[in-house]
């Protein structure tokens, strides 16, 4: 299929990109990297009266590092991000993730912030997001604002941007002390969307466990340190809890099968991480 007709815009500045978010009163569509974007156009999923182009804006791509936090601007592509000197010692989750967003063709194009815009359960992106207390932070003609990230997705491909806004950047806190981290997942091909995904972020005492591609957003939950039969019980507990549903590539029962052996495999992972 081909696009509906649409008006394209390609923003010199982010106040441009802004200025034409809020005349359209949300008939329009930001491009970054279009991975998402435009095979929702071509199969009029998405019918924006104007698409706004912000990948030529200066400094959308530059990376900003302080005080323990990533921030990805909204025109940083996913494979740059992957090559980032240091990723895998600051932002171990992030560097274990990236490998599996989507092949290296999209990567060179796909933005990190597209990602979570799409907000796909799916996305290995909006889990890492979630998993280690990252913010998101909105931008429009009414000024600024951030939301945590567990509060940002708010349904199947839904957040809680407004209508006139669009995501400027993300806030990756750094890794923890003493802290193991580990991400898995389970695909029919490695590059296609996880049927789930893990990510584990394990400590002396607790354990962090975030779910994606189960529920319509990912899910989290922190548990003391478990193990055998204890940990066995708090993962089936977890797999009953996720609204888990059929659909073209695994049953309801897979994907509980799945939270169950991911969740330990990457939770022993991030333990030994963690030794």
């Not at 580990?182 to 002396?204: L, M, Q």
Request: with cysteine; proline share 5%; aromatic share 4%.
């Amino acid at each position: 299929m081909k696009p509906a007709l649409f008006d394209y815009v390609r923003a010199d500045s982010l106040d441009e990109a802004l200025d034409v978010l809020a005349a359209e009163q949300g008939d329009a569509r930001v491009l970054a990297g279009g991975q998402s974007l435009l095979p929702m156009l071509s199969m009029r999923l998405a019918r924006p009266r104007v698409v706004v182009d912000i990948g030529r804006i200066p400094g959308l791509d530059v990376i900003e590092a302080a005080k323990d936090v990533l921030v990805v601007p909204a025109g940083l592509r996913q494979a740059t991000l992957l090559v980032h000197p240091g990723l895998e010692r600051s932002h171990p989750l992030l560097a274990a993730a990236l490998p599996w967003v989507g092949h290296a063709q999209t990567r060179a194009r796909g933005t990190v912030c597209g990602s979570v815009a799409h907000a796909d359960p799916s996305g290995e992106l909006p889990l890492c997001l979630v998993a280690l207390g990252g913010s998101v932070r909105l931008a429009s003609k009414r000024g600024r604002r951030s939301v945590d990230a567990r509060e940002f997705f708010t349904g199947l491909m839904s957040t809680d941007r407004r209508e006139d806004e669009m995501i400027e950047a993300l806030a990756f806190p750094g890794a923890k002390r003493e802290a193991g981290y580990a991400f898995r997942e389970f695909g029919r091909r490695h590059g296609d969307f996880a049927i789930v995904s893990v990510a584990a972020i394990v400590t002396a005492v607790a354990i962090e466990i975030s779910v994606g591609g189960v529920n319509d957003v990912p899910a989290r939950r922190v548990w003391p340190r478990l193990d055998g039969s204890a940990l066995d019980d708090a993962l089936n507990t977890l797999a009953w809890e996720l609204d888990a549903r059929d659909d073209i590539h695994a049953d309801q029962r897979l994907r509980r099968d799945l939270v169950r052996s991911l969740g330990r495999s990457t939770i022993a992972e991030a333990s030994r991480c963690l030794a």
